[in-house]
């Protein structure tokens, strides 16, 4: 067994391999110890095989053992190895003992998906810890755990995550269709498997949920959706999803009623302002004048009037220079990353408003744009926001007020008309029947 292995993976220098004697018996026994608990290994194999001399008191200890299974496929003994398992040869059988060294003792804290009242403990990258953080907060016996295997080269495992009675079935065939179809050497990260199973490339808007929240993902699971966990990454993914769903934040459920209508009516209204405001101040300023009172105008007309250019070229450097420090803020050290922007974004803001570059109401309507931005608590529909604003941006340098009211219903048009898994997209809420309508068409599937 030794040779064979040492012969499939080129001998290297990280694998361990040894025969072992306690008088009456001979083992042979390999494993990575950077990938194996060697403290299990002693526990669990080491000290058993040595204490008990006589064969039938350790075989009947391998049988009893809740770990331990015989790997007869001499094939699949490199790939038990590389997951954390070790090999060990007795009396001519194969054992596989599974010993993974766990990096992860006790849950990660959140750091993008912030609460104020709720619980502060987020997924890690260890996926069996993190089956454990949902189970805690869905303790039901109807939560079933799918497991796949994707990667060619990474072997990662994938788990699926459900309520058995809750859930849609054809949702949930529909992704398992899609993930047979799944077809990558290095699976790193969910977003990498969330782009895989979206499908067209050229969606503006994503149709599944990262999450770093267990308490989220136990929620949506209650919901009737599909949670999918991936080992290595502490964000979960969850589908199907509405666009609701991606304004609302774990916060709603722990405020009072009335309080999280406030709020999520403020999201909608800051994404609103995110999509529009550039446009409508490009619109207005160059083509539309008259639907503002007349003080306002010459108000603004007044601030413009050291601007040497247009009003697009005015947005457009603004948008660019609050782009730019977004990012910025994101790839710095956390230590200057947020004192940098901030100084950064006070000089520049200043200084180009000074020079007669742009104007003072457009150093206004960036600020609200990027403001407003921040409100919205999903960072992948944040970005989509961020670049339908573009687009707003463009159309009304060419048609004005008219163009940005056409663009603003043809994005609620294509809102109608895209699908999360074949579930609409801008259906706000789930209607309360609707799970009890599964439970009731499952129920009558199965008699």
């Not at 190895?81 to 060990?88: R, V």
């Not at 995110?274 to 008259?290: D, G, K, M, Q």
Request: glycine share 6%.
């Amino acid at each position: 067994m030794i040779e064979q292995i040492r012969k499939e993976l080129q001998d290297p220098s990280d694998l361990y391999t040894n025969v072992l004697d306690n008088g009456t018996l001979r083992m042979e026994l390999c494993f990575f110890p950077y990938l194996c608990d060697q403290g299990l290994i002693n526990t669990e194999l080491i000290e058993p095989f040595t204490y008990r001399f006589h064969p039938d008191a350790f075989n009947r200890f391998l049988v009893s053992h809740p770990c331990l299974d015989k790997a007869e496929d001499p094939k699949g003994w490199t790939n038990l190895l590389l997951k954390g398992a070790l090999l060990f040869k007795l009396e001519g059988t194969v054992y596989r003992l599974e010993v993974p060294r766990k990096l992860h003792d006790k849950p990660d804290s959140v750091q993008i998906e912030n609460t104020l009242q709720g619980p502060q403990s987020a997924l890690t990258e260890d996926v069996d810890m993190n089956i454990s953080l949902v189970r805690v907060r869905y303790n039901e016996p109807t939560l079933s755990v799918e497991r796949h295997v994707l990667g060619e080269a990474s072997k990662s495992r994938v788990v699926l995550l459900y309520d058995v009675e809750r859930v849609n079935r054809e949702v949930l065939e529909l992704v398992n269709e899609r993930l047979a179809q799944v077809k990558v050497n290095m699976l790193r990260a969910t977003g990498q498997l969330m782009k895989e199973l979206s499908g067209k490339r050229h969606k503006l808007f994503p149709i599944i949920l990262q999450t770093e929240r267990p308490d989220r993902i136990a929620t949506m699971i209650e919901r009737g959706k599909v949670a999918m966990l991936l080992d290595g990454s502490r964000f979960g993914l969850i589908l199907p999803v509405r666009l609701f769903d991606f304004m609302h934040a774990m916060d709603d459920d722990y405020e009072f009623h009335w309080m999280s209508k406030f709020l999520l009516i403020l999201r909608y209204v800051a994404m609103t302002l995110t999509i529009t405001l550039p446009a409508l101040y490009i619109a207005i300023v160059s083509y539309n004048p008259e639907v503002l009172r007349v003080q306002l105008t010459l108000s603004i007309a007044g601030s413009r009037v050291v601007v040497p250019y247009p009003s697009f070229i005015e947005v457009f450097i603004m948008l660019f220079m609050i782009e730019a420090l977004i990012e910025a803020s994101l790839r710095l050290p956390r230590s200057i990353g947020s004192t940098a922007t901030t100084v950064g974004g006070l000089i520049l803001g200043q200084s180009i408003q000074q020079a007669g570059l742009v104007s003072s109401i457009m150093i206004i309507v960036t600020s609200v744009v990027a403001i407003s931005n921040f409100v919205i608590p999903n960072n992948g529909f944040g970005y989509s926001i961020r670049f339908v604003k573009y687009v707003f941006v463009v159309i009304s340098i060419f048609y004005g007020l008219l163009g940005v009211v056409v663009l603003f219903f043809s994005l609620v048009v294509y809102w109608c008309n895209l699908r999360s898994f074949g579930q609409p997209y801008l259906s706000f809420f789930r209607p309360r029947e609707e799970a009890s309508v599964h439970r009731a068409g499952n129920g009558a599937n199965e008699g």
